[in-house]
């Protein structure tokens, strides 16, 4: 059938992109592809989702409300928003950190709180995307630790190959940002491992083949 | 993606891409001459395709004023011959409909295909105006794709019927077509050069005496459409069964899926549709033979729908129709949404509703924002600042752009947004029958746009009215597409919007830097003065280029530029800057001292001059009239 993937975040982290890598990898592998994107006032630090759908053979557009399989997120608060869109039993893949709407007199709630929004409808993995992609030198890079991490979850799932995926990620950037990309990616990867991704893959195979 | 470099080595070739570059690589392979529009989501990414392209490939792709300016050049080349491509936002057909009414009634010699780009949900528009009514008011067949291959293959499809017929012909994406990546298959293209002939035809000439002709050549072209719409392999009937689903554009998609999922297929028959002004008839009867009930999903208004009821009572066909009572009218299709129609009119009972994850109460809601360093925020600031201390009752009239995003918190200053160019429009009404003092703000595109003609009105009925036009230079919203307030663009020529204002008979004409606080709050005093003394409008044109161009230059040039940090000591914790000021780099510390974040501060330095205090300075010293030269 088809895997439901949201991917949501703030306008300007790089969601577009990491879900159009996704799905161009997918397509490279010969599935079914959906990118479902958003244009417009949505990209002025905006709330953002983008629906990913794969497939043998995928027609809609967008993933219902409660049907998405998995949640790739790069910031807590839109995590918590988007979780209705999440099925029970399903995963999510988090980078935990919380960046405050600028708004003013914005509260934002504890980000316990936040993590068990989602906690309570999928297996949830985080990790500290933003604070790698710093700590390597591309502050907007978390998309790209997300895209290592999914891209290992992919390799076990067969939805694709991990090496042409990492080609993809270390050719984004030109000459000065494509190599801290590409190791932004391993990076990815590795935490992915680190976490053992065995059961998301499973899950994911699964959905693909039903 | 703009198409760039050698495009025919691509023939062949799976891409993933959106519907709206489907569209414009289908105009690549039928034969493109000519391609313009007026920029607006989620139609934009048609001609930006194209802009490169156009330049290597020896075809003419470019940007117009507005969308009926677009229409006509487009109609005009039609006429002459070419074959020529007219996209739009769904609104935009409203300011095209002069000309698209009348272009039916002409017809046409090269090929006209008219793009419409519809937003059902209101992403990112007014309304959700559903564009097929257009067809039937026009009498211009309307296309409707199911996903971006089908969008490609139509395009193409769509610059061949509409030469060999003469007529124009409207290709209708949506939102979830228009912005939806999926794979394409691209073939061989084949454009042709932007040269045209114009044969002189009394049909071009709408008086009333041709018009009438024109009436009756046009009714016999739309029963050739209808023949030829028949047997297109965009439409078919699929499965089999006495009950019958008919789904026209992107609902195929949704019904194809969960006749699939329930397990349906070849148990009901469905009847696509990408042909759906008209409706053809020959096909539906042979879909409807055997039928005892229907179901029409579709998106939006029931314009398939009656045409299908209307079918059933002319043929006494004695068939049940559903459709609306079901699905509903407003807001996009979903899966969920189809799902549960298809299950109601079936009589099935639906599986369990499926528990949805969780929903947190007390999110912070995060509306898009003006962005760091955006010449409009100083502006907001300061013209809010004196409508408080001078207890000023002022009207906001505001506009379709970037500043509508001035309607949040804490500006306020867009009190009203219709349509683009509205401001000044509705201005003039405010001004003239309330108390308030008016002030009307526009973007340098959106002026261009709609802004001429109620300006010109706002002059001659001597109006009281404050117009500020926030220049950034460039339609800066849909993306950085150029327009006449546009500097340097080659071959082009820039008009200086104070130029245009002096030119229309406004006396009060003051080009100021938004930047400069102080300036802009002299001057926006002295407008309202001159406006309510005179009885007559006063323009004031605040020139600063969008902060998104200014970065991208910035690093392409290497210049570095320190970010702004707050000095601890001398931070009062005022709460000017974050919670007045309002730029997304600026938060509050747990003891409500400003700290800047240096990854999103741009080192625009407009924040310091609202500190009280002198606490925000540049991180380091830097070259501040090489980075100046760039905002100009």
């Known amino acids: 059938m088809v895997l439901n993937i949201v991917v949501v975040g703030v306008g300007g982290q790089g969601i577009l992109s990491l879900s159009r890598m996704i799905g161009e990898a997918a397509l490279a592998h010969g599935w079914d592809v959906r990118v479902a994107e958003t244009h417009g006032l949505s990209q002025r630090g905006g709330s953002v989702i983008v629906h990913v759908r794969i497939g043998k053979e995928v027609m809609a557009p967008t993933i219902s409300e409660g049907e998405a399989d998995l949640m790739l997120a790069l910031e807590l608060i839109e995590a918590a928003r988007y979780s209705y869109y999440l099925r029970h039993g399903s995963f999510a893949i988090v980078n935990d950190k919380a960046i405050k709407p600028s708004l003013p007199g914005t509260k934002v709630p504890q980000p316990e709180e936040l993590k068990k929004t989602v906690e309570g409808v999928a297996k949830v993995r985080y990790l500290s995307a933003s604070e790698t992609a710093i700590a390597l030198g591309n502050p907007v890079g978390a998309n790209m630790v997300i895209f290592g991490y999914f891209s290992r979850i992919a390799e076990e799932a067969g939805i694709y190959s991990i090496e042409e995926a990492r080609k993809m990620a270390a050719g984004v950037g030109g000459k000065r940002y494509g190599p801290i990309n590409e190791r932004l990616f391993m990076k990815g990867a590795e935490y992915a491992l680190r976490d053992g991704v065995g059961d998301i893959a499973v899950f994911v195979k699964e959905r693909l083949s039903t | 993606m703009r198409f760039r470099g050698d495009l025919n ?245 949704y019904v194809k899926e969960v006749v699939r999922e329930l397990g349906l297929e070849g148990r009901v028959r469905v009847l696509k549709l990408s042909s759906v002004v008209p409706v053809p008839r020959g096909l539906l009867l042979r879909a409807l033979d055997g039928v005892k009930r229907v179901l029409v999903v579709e998106e939006l208004e029931d314009i398939v729908e009656k045409e299908v009821k209307a079918v059933v009572a002319e043929e006494s066909l004695g068939v049940e129709v559903k459709g609306k009572e079901i699905v509903g009218y407003p807001y996009e299709l979903t899966l969920a949404r189809v799902r549960k129609s298809i299950q109601a009119f079936l009589g099935h009972v639906p599986a369990e509703e499926v528990s949805k994850g969780g929903t947190v109460t007390g999110l912070p809601v995060r509306p898009p924002v003006l962005c760091p360093g955006c010449p409009y925020r100083p502006l907001f600031t300061e013209v809010r600042r004196l409508i408080n201390q001078e207890r000023l009752s002022v009207v906001a009239a505001g506009d379709i752009g970037c500043y509508s995003l001035g309607y949040n918190k804490p500006y306020r200053l867009q009190d009203i947004i219709i349509e683009m160019g509205g401001s000044i429009g509705t201005g003039i009404g405010l001004a003239n029958f309330t108390d308030d003092v008016v002030i009307s703000i526009i973007g340098d595109s959106t002026f261009f746009h709609a802004g001429l003609p109620p300006l010109a009105n706002a002059v001659y009925m001597k109006s009281p009215l404050v117009v500020i036009v926030l220049d950034n230079m460039v339609t800066a919203m849909t993306g950085h597409q150029p327009s006449p307030s546009t500097k340097g663009v080659p071959g082009r020529r820039y008009i200086p919007i104070e130029e245009a204002a002096k030119g229309l008979g406004v006396r009060f004409v003051k080009v100021i830097d938004p930047f400069d606080m102080k300036e802009v709050r002299k001057t926006v005093l002295e407008a309202i003065k001159f406006a309510r003394e005179n009885s007559e409008p006063a323009v004031i044109v605040a020139r600063r280029r969008c902060a998104l161009e200014v970065v991208r230059d910035l690093r392409r040039a290497g210049v570095k530029v320190p970010p702004y940090i707050v000095l601890e000591d001398k931070c009062i914790a005022c709460r000017l800057c974050y919670d007045f ?52």
Not at chain 2, 601 to 630: L, R, W
Request: hydrophobic share 40%; charged share 25%; proline share 6%.
């Open chain 2, 9 to 253: 080595k691509l023939e062949g070739k799976t891409v993933l891409m959106l519907g709206n570059e489907a569209v414009a690589w289908g105009a690549l392979e039928g034969g493109i001459g000519v391609a313009t529009a007026y920029p607006g989501t989620p139609s934009s990414e048609i001609v930006e395709s194209l802009v490169d392209a156009a330049r290597e490939l020896g075809f003419w792709s470019e940007w117009a004023v507005n969308e009926k300016v677009a229409f006509e050049i487009a109609y005009s080349a039609a006429i002459s011959g070419i074959n020529a491509l007219v996209a739009m936002k769904h609104v935009g057909m409203n300011v095209a409909a002069d000309p698209l009414m009348s272009s039916a009634y002409t017809g046409v010699r090269g090929s006209l295909v008219i793009v419409t780009a519809d937003d059902p949900s209101m992403w990112s528009s007014q309304n959700e105006q559903d564009n097929r009514y257009y067809g039937l008011h026009a009498y211009i067949p309307v296309f409707e794709p199911h996903s971006p291959s089908e969008a490609k293959e139509l395009t193409k499809y769509l610059f061949d019927l509409s030469r060999r017929i003469g007529h124009p012909v409207i290709l209708r994406m949506t939102t979830r077509i228009s912005h939806t990546r999926g794979p394409v298959k691209l073939g061989k293209i084949n454009v042709m050069e932007p040269k045209g002939k114009f044969i002189k035809e009394d049909r071009f000439v709408l008086i009333p005496a041709n018009a009438r002709r024109n009436r009756l050549e046009m009714l016999r072209r739309w029963e050739k459409i209808k023949e030829e719409i028949e047997h297109i392999p965009f439409n078919k009937v699929e499965g089999e069964g006495d009950a019958l689903i008919v789904a026209p554009g992107i609902a195929y998609a």
């Open chain 2, 581 to 632: 000021f309002a730029c997304p780099a600026i938060f509050a510390k747990d003891d409500g001292k400003a700290y800047i974040d240096p990854e999103l501060c741009v080192g625009c330095g407009a924040c310091a001059q609202v500190c009280p205090t002198k606490a925000i300075v540049p991180a380091e010293k830097y070259d501040k009239d090489k980075v100046e030269s760039f905002w100009r």
